[in-house]
């Protein structure tokens, strides 16, 4: 078996997709003020599967680690 990745892997993941979210964020803001909405969807939705990929892990990381709840 492995070793459980370091804690500060986690912090570092966590610092590199907040970084990517501001900047597209970012990115969509200013296409929208300068009336390119389509321009900020697109930017947007290109984010879409990343978060998806990255709310999936984190599900799996809180169910392995026990930091859930089953509904009844």
Not at 18 to 29: C, D, F, K, S, Y
Not at 38 to 47: G, K, N, P, T, Y
Not at 58 to 67: D, E, V, Y
């Given at each position: ?9 986690a ?5 590199r ?30 984010i879409?599967?990343?978060?998806y990929e ?5 599900n ?13």
């Amino acid at each position: 078996m492995s070793d459980p990745p370091a804690p500060d892997m986690a912090a570092d993941l966590l610092r590199r997709v907040v970084a990517q979210l501001q900047v597209a964020a970012g990115a969509a803001e200013a296409c929208v003020k300068a009336g390119h909405t389509d321009q900020a969807l697109a930017l947007l939705r290109e984010i879409e599967a990343p978060l998806y990929e990255v709310t999936t892990l984190l599900n799996a990381a809180s169910m392995l680690r026990g930091n859930h709840t089953e509904s009844e």
